[in-house]
């Protein structure tokens, strides 16, 4: 059976709205962390995916060490300067390919140091996967929550070390990574996250064992969700059960919002992909930055 996290994914990747009559080309697929598009992510967009220059940045792959692992990640700053407000930047399903590095970019270009782990590395490469189902199953599912927890606990000492503040850490992520967002806005030293359609509830299990709905009580940092109202994969009244968890819980989780757009559905910031939004990705984007600005991450 399919995790959510994978059925979404997949369902993204079904024909939709998209521009030129639909026409597609090939685009580079990925060869190295942060290089070309995960190969499973197929059908890819070229007339719409974003491609956010490096001029003006340090940019590319770096790693750093956690309990003995070393963890790929890729990095994207203002070149020379130190002292940034820091954001952590989760993966979809699809690992650290081309669109989760230029989302890094792209906060760079906002004044951030934008750090991407490759969290799963430890269970294969997800660049090597040309579907999307064999590669939820033999890596994605095998992933546990205590082992991202500690990778991005690792990821925010590296980025503190090299030019981040301390005092200064956000986190956003897609699909599964925004699941991860609302799980390390309840573990991590972070003062705002932004959920991008990540799955709020589940089944429990030992790799799993709470879920964003478990953890809405005690959140440390409050979460903008980001939800599209078609998202099949992410029923709306999913959404109603934690905002009632956030309700009861702490000032932190009592200050966690959501936006739910109308007719978009999963992934759609995804601009490499048919399932893409333009309308909700810009006015999801633009909320983003202001939800780090007003919680202090800038």
């Known amino acids: 059976m399919l995790s959510d996290d994978h059925r979404q994914d997949t369902e993204a990747l079904l024909p939709g709205r998209t521009t030129e009559a639909g026409a597609t080309r090939r685009l580079a697929l990925q060869t190295a962390i942060g290089l070309g598009y995960a190969a499973a992510a197929t059908p890819l967009m070229a007339q719409t995916a974003i491609a956010t220059p490096s001029d003006g940045l340090t940019a590319g792959e770096i790693s750093f060490t956690v309990g003995g692992f070393k963890v790929p990640a890729y990095r994207a700053a203002p070149a020379g300067k130190t002292g940034l407000p820091v954001v952590l930047v989760i993966q979809e399903i699809f690992g650290v390919h081309e669109y989760i590095a230029d989302t890094c970019r792209r906060f760079a270009k906002a004044g951030y140091l934008a750090i991407a782990p490759e969290l799963y590395a430890r269970q294969g490469d997800a660049s090597k996967y040309t579907e999307a ?10 992933v546990p929550d205590a082992q991202v927890m500690a990778d991005l606990d690792g990821a925010v000492a590296w980025a503190t070390a090299n030019g981040g ?33 990540g799955r709020l509830v589940g089944q429990a299990s030992d790799l799993t064992p709470k879920h964003p709905v478990d953890i809405a009580p005690i959140l440390k940092a409050p979460v903008l969700g980001l939800y599209g109202e078609k998202d099949t994969g992410i029923p709306l009244d999913t959404i109603d059960k934690m905002k009632t968890a ?53």
């Open 165 to 197: 503040d301390a005092a200064r850490i956000g986190i956003t992520g897609f699909c599964w990574g925004g699941r991860v967002t609302w799980l390390y806005a309840a573990h991590g030293p972070v003062k705002a996250g932004v959920a991008w359609y």
């Open 246 to 298: 956030l309700a009861g819980g702490t000032a932190a989780a009592k200050a966690s919002e959501f936006v739910v757009y109308p007719d978009a559905p999963h992934a759609f910031h995804a601009d490499y992909r048919p399932s893409y939004r333009k309308e909700a990705a810009d006015d999801g984007w633009k909320r983003a930055l202001a939800w780090f600005k007003a919680n202090g991450v800038v």
């Open 133 to 142: 189902a064999k590669l939820m199953a033999e890596i994605v599912s095998k």
